[in-house]
């Protein structure tokens, strides 16, 4: 039985999470983490859609994370719909650190290749961290299509999500390098020399991929 102080705490630390101060937040939401209470876990949720420091934001999921699956997952699954991005984003980044695999069939193509591009990358995330055994392939055709996307950090985060899932992205890569567009072409050559040498740095990989592309040749062997 709930004891009333606990109430009390319960109560104070929620609306702690409120707070105009981002450290009175984060405070509240460790103290939320610290007791989990199932009642918390609503007020947790809709602060991870709008709350605006980030480290704020890690500790919000950290506090899920704390709670049980079974409570906490179809809760952020109902996020995945919300029209709010950051409500989106924040519930597949919380889904990728709870790594419960029920939640795989919420990550959908639409996520995956969503027009925005935290929400995408959090997506990829979330995919690789929950996708099934013999389903890589399936997804590594997806993650595909996005290849050429975005800025230097979301090409960076597809880079990683492709090499996560390991060998079975290679037949999709290869295919990805004789795409019509250059900077896709670009794309899957630096993931794959990636994949293939992990010591490599993202920006060399990149810069020797765009000089194949120039000369017309992949130089890959098989």
């Known amino acids: ?33 610290t007791r989990p209470d199932p009642g918390s876990i609503d007020k947790l949720v809709e602060r991870c859609a709008i709350e605006p420091e980030f480290y704020v934001r890690e500790m919000l999921t950290w506090a899920l994370t704390r709670h049980s699956p079974a409570l906490t997952v179809p809760k952020l699954v109902e996020e995945l719909r919300s029209q709010r991005a950051q409500a989106r984003s924040q519930a597949l980044h919380t889904l990728s650190k709870v790594g419960d695999r029920q939640a795989w069939p919420a990550i959908t193509r639409a996520l995956l290749t969503d027009a925005d591009d935290e929400v995408a990358r959090s997506a990829w995330r979330a995919a690789v961290a929950l996708v099934p055994e013999g389903e890589e392939s399936g997804l590594a055709r997806v993650l595909v299509t996005q290849l050429g996307r975005g800025g230097r950090e979301t090409r960076l985060s597809l880079s990683r999500a492709l090499i996560g899932l390991g060998e079975v992205v290679v037949p999709a890569l290869r295919a990805a390098m004789t795409d019509a567009v250059p900077h896709v072409r670009q794309h899957a050559i630096a993931t794959e020399r990636l994949l293939r040498d992990p010591d490599t740095g993202f920006e060399f990989a990149i810069e020797e991929a765009k000089r194949i592309v120039v000369l017309g040749t992949d130089n890959q062997e098989g």
């Open 1 to 33: 039985m709930t004891m009333p102080q606990e109430d009390t705490y319960m109560t104070r630390a929620l609306h702690g999470l409120e707070n105009d101060s981002s450290s009175v937040r984060l405070q509240a939401a460790l103290a939320v983490g």
